[in-house]
């Protein structure tokens, strides 16, 4: 049975860092394309990065590049996302997501599992 599992969430002050986890199992993260999501209050879900079986990374926001790495811990079978420089506008829900598929893909309906998400707040 596949699933994923995030972590690493919480409430931290702009300019702060934060290491998601996703947590894979029934499935092997290194075969597959990962992708993170988030959603904000109020607005829909936006694909954030995606790291591919090459190990190769793409970054769907400008307003993250420089700032967010993903990667990938197959020993753990896990994929990361680091961020840094956390600002307000990073608040949302962070959630991992496959598509089953080695490619990335740019649309959360293109997603055939997801994780439950967890929230990263960022508050002075």
């Known amino acids: 049975q596949v699933r994923l599992v995030e972590s690493g969430g919480g409430l931290v002050q702009p300019g702060e860092s934060l290491t998601l986890s996703c947590k894979a199992s029934?499935?092997?993260?290194?075969?597959?394309?990962i992708h993170w999501f988030r959603q904000a209050p109020g607005k829909e879900r936006e694909g954030v990065s995606c790291?591919?079986?090459?190990?190769?990374?793409?970054y769907a926001l400008d307003a993250v590049k420089g700032r967010f790495t993903i990667s990938r811990d197959d020993a753990r079978n896990t994929v990361l996302l680091q961020m840094n420089s956390l600002t307000p506008e990073d608040t949302a829900v962070y959630y991992c997501?496959?598509?089953?598929?080695?490619?990335?893909?740019?649309?959360?309906?293109?997603?055939?599992?997801w994780g439950k998400g967890t929230l990263v707040t960022v508050s002075s």
């Open positions: 029934g499935f092997t993260v290194r075969y597959y394309a």
């Open positions: 790291i591919r079986p090459s190990g190769g990374r793409e």
């Open positions: 997501a496959t598509s089953q598929s080695a490619r990335c893909q740019p649309h959360a309906h293109d997603m055939a599992y």
